[in-house]
């Protein structure tokens, strides 16, 4: 039962729920993020790796196929059950990890990564989440796993690198096949049991959840957060080397950033909620990184210095922690739990497209040092975003009542 004297605080079972479905999020994004950083050096080795473009199709497959199977993923959780859904798919992510392992040219190493991507388990296990927490503290549940993206990424950057020394690319892809099935053996021993599902609630459909103009404006800024995401990061860390900061070391700003925006989120966005003011955050979270966007582009030609590049590494990752906090509650409170699943898998769909759409226009603008049109880019991506989010009604206030009429 809720604490009777602070309904807004997260009761111990919720507590476990957030905290496992956390961990298992996070052991599947270490094993992706882990490959990220090394993937294109290290893949050359293989028959095929001196091709540019199916190194790409390797690397990018995943986001594609992740995409593919989100929305039957999570129709599937609806219907069938979220636990065994994510089992299935974080099966398909581990076969897909030791397939990759033993890939004996970069032709099998695009279909180990297309295995690996088929295994979407992102919309069940929000929907789990969400079945598992109460409304007014579904985001700070969501918070938890929101969280563990942005910390997960900073982790892999600094270890990929020595991990992939001392073991090579395919002992990475068994470490990530090692995490995934470690997620299998979390669901079934600390996830809490799913809620007894009523045998009368009628089957969404994907039409219901296109038809809601809410809905759709959460997964058009999925998509545009991801993409962003993605492509300035293709030119940040040469920036931070440009600035002086070696490769080996880029932990040393990433971790203290990531960890610190955390904080402030958690200062900010739950006090804001309960004030109903989960609309202004939000908002100011998409101005925020617009911002950031604005500024990297105007001052790419000036080489900025470490402490810059952190300080607006550290305001990105400040909106982008309180918009993956948010973001996903928001969808799960404003969806039936009938059609909950399928719409957690539009919007994992559109945040994977996010990913693909990122790593393209990063690499299309790329340039060593950073560029202003990447920058630039990114900047109309996220005020577009902004001005389609004005117009939004945060979840969880209801409509003023209106004057009765008399007689």
Not at 224 to 244: F, K, R, Y
Not at 284 to 298: D, F, H, M
Not at 386 to 394: E, G, H, K, N, T
Request: net charge positive.
């Amino acid at each position: 039962m809720p604490d009777s004297a602070d309904p807004h605080r997260l009761t111990p079972l919720e507590r476990r729920s957030s905290a496992s479905l956390a961990t298992i999020s996070s052991l599947r994004l270490l094993g992706l993020f882990l490959v990220l950083p090394v993937f294109s050096l290290e893949v050359a080795h293989l028959p095929g790796g001196d091709n540019p473009a199916w190194v790409g199709l390797a690397l990018g497959i995943f986001g594609l196929t992740q995409g593919l199977f989100q929305i039957p993923f999570g129709l599937a959780s609806d219907r069938f059950g979220r636990k065994r859904l994510i089992t299935l798919g974080l099966g398909l992510f581990t076969a897909g990890s030791v397939l990759a392992a033993f890939a004996p040219s970069v032709g099998w190493m695009v279909l180990a990564r297309a295995l690996q991507g088929s295994g979407a388990v992102s919309a069940a296990a929000t929907a789990l989440l969400a079945d598992q927490t109460r409304d007014v503290v579904r985001t700070q549940a969501m918070s938890w796993v929101g969280g563990s993206i942005g910390l997960v990424f900073a982790v892999s950057v600094g270890v990929a690198p020595l991990l992939a020394n001392a073991v090579g690319l395919s002992g990475v892809f068994l470490v990530t096949g090692a995490l995934a099935a470690m997620g299998v053996v979390l669901l079934h021993l600390w996830v809490p049991p799913e809620p007894v599902r009523d045998a009368g609630l009628q089957r969404g459909r994907l039409r219901d959840v296109l038809d809601s103009p809410e809905l759709l404006r959460l997964n058009f800024g999925v998509f545009l957060l991801h993409a962003v995401q993605v492509a300035m990061w293709t030119a940040i860390p040469s920036m931070l080397v440009q600035a002086g900061l070696p490769k080996a070391q880029h932990w040393w700003v990433y971790l203290p950033v990531v960890g610190l925006s955390f904080v402030l989120m958690g200062m900010t966005l739950f006090p804001m909620e309960r004030r109903g003011r989960l609309r202004a955050i939000f908002l100011l979270a998409v101005g925020l990184i617009a911002l950031v966007e604005v500024a990297l582009a105007g001052v790419v030609a000036a080489r900025p210095s470490v402490l810059l590049l952190s300080l607006l590494m550290f305001v990105f990752f400040y909106g982008f922690n309180v918009l993956e906090a948010s973001m996903p509650s928001m969808a799960s409170r404003l969806s039936p739990k009938n059609i909950r699943g399928a719409s957690l898998g539009v919007y994992n769909t559109l945040q994977s497209f996010g990913f693909f759409a990122g790593g393209l226009v990063g690499g299309a603008l790329f340039e060593p040092g950073g560029s202003p049109w990447l920058f630039g880019v990114c900047a109309l991506g996220m005020l577009a975003w902004l001005v389609v989010a004005w117009p939004m009604v945060a979840p969880g206030r209801p409509p003023r009542a209106s004057p009765a009429k008399p007689g």
